[in-house]
């Protein structure tokens, strides 16, 4: 569904020869000139045709600072260098550095909005993946995924178990016997209800801690 997020090296030839479905050459997604930054000094993300939901869990994990400065401390002599990509038996960990270089983009560069194709480029994404709607929860699982593979043998190993990995215990107690049975689960997400609730507090709280008691057969 979404590529091979974990190929280190792709051949993105067919990009500069890209045609339409009645065979004229499609025009260049970033040919457009960007306007600078408005008042609130914020940088969006150009949709590529259907990256709205990507482009959401892109600002996302930008305004988490714990997620951005571990990737930010990531150095090129771990990383390797954009420049090698093509260079044989060279390390180069393409979608680190691609997401580090969108992110520096979003916070210093003065423009309205940044493109996301070097980076869904990196993915080994197609046409019809850049167009068409995805579920971003599983997109940010494959993402997470691709990254651990990407980062293996580098001081970012751990960099998403430590800051996303958490265990949810299922526990149901005998009202009768007392007996307790328990069950644990990792994650790397949790689903939230968010009609009806004030507060993020108040919905992990009625998914994931308030009892509900069974009776009867």
Known sequence: MFGDLFEEEEDFSFLSNSTTSNGKKAKPKDSDVLEPRGETRLSGLRNQGGTCYLNSLLQTLLFTPEFREALFALSPEEL??????????????????????????????????????????????????????????????????????????????????????????????????GYVSERQEDFLDLTVVVKHMCSLEESLYNMYVEEEIFDGD
């Open 80 to 177: 390797g260098s954009l420049e090698d990509k093509d260079v044989a038996d060279s390390k180069v960990r393409i979608i680190p550095l691609q997401l580090q270089r969108l992110f520096a983009q979003l916070l210093l560069v003065d423009q309205q909005a940044a493109s996301t194709t070097d980076l869904t480029n990196s993915f080994g994404w197609d046409n019809s993946e850049e167009t068409g709607q995805q579920d971003v929860q599983e997109l940010n699982r494959i993402l997470f995924s691709a990254l651990e593979s990407s980062l293996e043998g580098t001081s970012g190993h751990n960099l998403i178990k430590n800051l996303y990995h958490g265990t949810v215990v299922n526990r149901i107690t005998c009202q009768e016997c």
